[in-house]
């Protein structure tokens, strides 16, 4: 048991890390002890990792704002497993979202003009800050697996005209299937590998003052199933197709795409804005062999902080993945202090990145997200099983067996007084101690 490690953050926004610990032992205990128990034989899910987005706005505040000196720092302390937390899932907007300077596409063109052939289309925005952040992050991670999501096809194949509104007119499926390939391919010319995309990110969502666009479920299998699917095979892509890409609340959308779009889709991507997780489990049993990714959940300062804050992304990201899900991804990974930059007519932004990085100042502050995501992605490895543990509304908990032998568990006491706990794993007793009322901890056995 000399190999034990814990970390623990106090919800104070303070984390710190004890190594060579055999136990943990409770103190001044006045209730009986909340058993976990690991059984390491019963498996679910692999993973495939922890991270955020590279926006337009984090890509900039991070390539433009910073210096030299504060960028390495950042970039070090977010991807490398040695000096940092380990991240290893970036999941990019494919041309503008709502956090970007300008709004933009891979083939913008004069309004009246078509471009069937894409005889304009470029990622040459993506050049000055995205692809060299991207190209940096593998360096220091070479498990980091790559995931690509529009808000909005290019304006002039849309029914609105304008990359706001609208939906993608059908006479320009196929052109939009091309501009998929166009843009894995680009990508792959730089070194980069797009993993899985998504054909629409929140297709039930058509916002009026940022990129959207409406793909209802109908619609997402005829593209999929007719155009997208048949452009990967035919060019030898192996970029996975992720359909859904939006809440919980509508499980009826990725069962209706799995069940008629077939093998065109490699499984389903989510988000937390509406719904709950178990909605991810629901589908997976009607679809076993079908993979399960949560793709976007932001903060913000419609939840309190700190704790209220830090609390929601540990309850929620350890229900995420006793869900089946490869991955947790959150946001934007950086914001400023006006928590943008976004495109213009956006309005108030309350969303919070994994990093605050003032534009006045060019402070850099870690913020809550940074420290809940963590518990998670330093220790997790990319490949790692997860395996039973016993967890209930007042201590949660999920473990995982590393590629290399390691036991990680994380448990959150979601309760409001302190809860004494031991962890036991086939029989014997590893870890007795105290957990703090709304605290996080994550052990590690080697």
Wanted: glycine share 6%; with cysteine; hydrophobic share 35%.
């Amino acid at each position: 048991m000399k190999d034990l490690i814990i970390y623990q953050s106090n919800g104070e926004q303070e984390l710190f890390v004890k190594k060579g610990i055999h136990q943990v032992k409770a103190s001044n205990t006045t209730a009986d002890s909340i058993i976990v128990t690991i059984d390491e034989t019963e498996t679910y899910q692999e993973i495939d990792g922890f991270g955020a987005s590279f926006t337009d706005s984090s890509a900039y505040l991070i390539n433009q704002v910073l210096d030299k000196e504060q960028r390495t720092e950042l970039m070090e302390t977010l991807f490398s497993r040695d000096k940092g937390i380990g991240l290893s899932v970036l999941r990019n907007p494919m041309g503008a979202s709502d956090y970007a300077r300008e709004i933009y596409s891979y083939n913008d063109i004069d309004a009246g003009e078509t471009d069937f052939q894409l005889e304009q289309f470029t990622i040459e925005h993506d050049l000055e800050d995205i692809i060299p952040l991207l190209k940096e992050a593998v360096a220091l991670n070479p498990d980091i697996k790559l995931m690509a999501s529009p808000w909005s096809p290019p304006a002039w194949m849309k029914t609105s005209g304008s990359m706001k509104g609208g939906e993608l007119k059908e006479e320009c499926y196929q052109v939009y299937a091309a501009y998929f390939v166009k843009y894995i391919q680009a990508y792959k010319e730089h070194g980069l590998s797009i993993y899985a995309i998504t054909p629409q990110n929140e297709p039930l969502y058509v916002p009026d003052h940022y990129p959207g666009s409406f793909m209802p479920a109908e619609r997402q299998v005829e593209f999929i199933k007719n155009y997208l699917k048949p452009n990967f095979l035919k060019f030898g892509l192996n970029t996975k197709i992720l359909c859904y890409d939006h809440n919980w609340d509508r499980p009826d959308y990725p069962l209706h795409v799995l069940d008629h779009a077939g093998d065109g889709v490699d499984g389903v991507a989510w988000h937390w804005y509406g719904g709950e997780p178990a909605a991810q489990h629901q589908v997976q049993m009607a679809f076993p062999n079908k993979e399960v990714h949560f793709t976007e959940g932001s903060g913000g300062e419609w939840i309190p902080a700190f704790e209220p804050a830090f609390s929601n992304v540990l309850r929620t990201g350890i229900e995420i993945l006793r869900n089946d899900s490869k991955s947790f991804v959150l946001w934007n990974m950086a914001l400023d202090e006006e928590n943008g930059p976004f495109v213009p007519g956006f309005g108030e932004s309350t969303c919070r990145g994994i990093v605050k990085i003032e534009q006045k100042t060019n402070a850099l502050t870690y913020t809550l997200d940074y420290y809940a995501l963590a518990h998670f992605s330093k220790f997790v490895q990319p490949k790692a099983v997860r395996i039973a543990t016993t967890s209930d509304e007042v201590i949660r908990s999920v473990a995982f067996k590393n590629p290399d032998g390691s036991i990680v568990t994380i448990l959150f006491n979601d309760s409001d007084e302190m809860k004494t706990v031991q962890l036991i794993q086939q029989g014997n007793e590893i870890l007795h101690c105290n957990l703090a009322a709304k605290a996080a901890m994550t052990i590690l056995k080697k």
